[in-house]
T-cell receptor, first 112, second 114 residues
């Protein structure tokens, strides 16, 4: 089945540690996105990539980094510089500007 | 700057009723509008995508309409069921200073009362 796979589903991190969230898609989509969702708030864009080896900052990129070395993969690293990393992280992909947007099941990060 | 609003933030209706969820946006220069549902602790599931040239889309008991000129979309759910309980979000695609831009509403939390 085609879709987007995020892992891990749940992740616990100590303060000062970097963690990487995985996002893999087999939909052959060019564009991939990372969003953060906090309780009672809407989705906020962290980074997006429209093509391999290229990505752009979203609205809340500080403290995060990404790479896009393969079309199907768009990992997100939450660095120790992110002041409030506890959140639900969602990865999405679509084909071009007008394609239907699909989401993964999300990764919940908790900082202890 | 595009702003997307969904009112009300929460809605409860008895099972079997038809209902309408609203989504309004401030900039009519959009590529498309998409409706999603989100169950607690889960990702977003795409329900309907309406391109800017279309007026409505239908899937089963769901019908979404788009009026670009007035900056409005509605999601109509017929014969509601308890399984329809979820948060419904809309998102518009457009351009912002040459870059593509997806803007989400904050959602309507729907509860269907058995």
């Amino acid at each position: 089945d085609g879709g987007i796979t995020q892992s891990p589903k749940y992740l616990f991190r100590k303060e000062g540690q970097n963690v990487t969230l995985s996002c893999e898609q087999n939909l052959n989509h060019d564009a991939m996105y990372w969003y953060r969702q906090d309780p009672g708030q809407g989705l906020r864009l962290i980074y997006y990539s429209q093509i391999v080896n290229d990505f752009q900052k979203g609205d809340i990129a500080e403290g995060y980094s990404v790479s896009r070395e393969k079309k199907e993969s768009f990992p997100l690293t939450v660095t120790s510089a992110q002041k409030n990393p506890t959140a639900f992280y969602l990865c999405a992909s679509r084909q071009g500007y007008t394609g239907e947007l699909f989401f993964g099941e999300g990764s919940r990060l908790t900082v202890l | 700057k595009q702003e997307v609003t969904q009112i009300p933030a929460a809605l409860s209706v008895p099972e079997g009723e038809n209902l309408v969820l609203n989504c309004s946006f401030t900039d009519s220069a959009i590529y498309n509008l998409q409706w999603f549902r989100q169950d607690p602790g889960k990702g977003l599931t795409s329900l309907l995508l309406i391109q800017s040239s279309q007026r409505e889309q239908t899937s089963g008991r769901l019908n979404a309409s788009l009026d670009k000129s007035s900056g409005r979309s509605t999601l109509y759910i017929a014969a509601s069921q308890p399984g329809d309980s979820a948060t419904y979000l809309c998102a518009v695609s457009g351009r912002n200073f040459g870059n593509e831009k997806l803007t989400f509403g904050t959602g309507t939390r729907l509860t269907i009362i058995p």
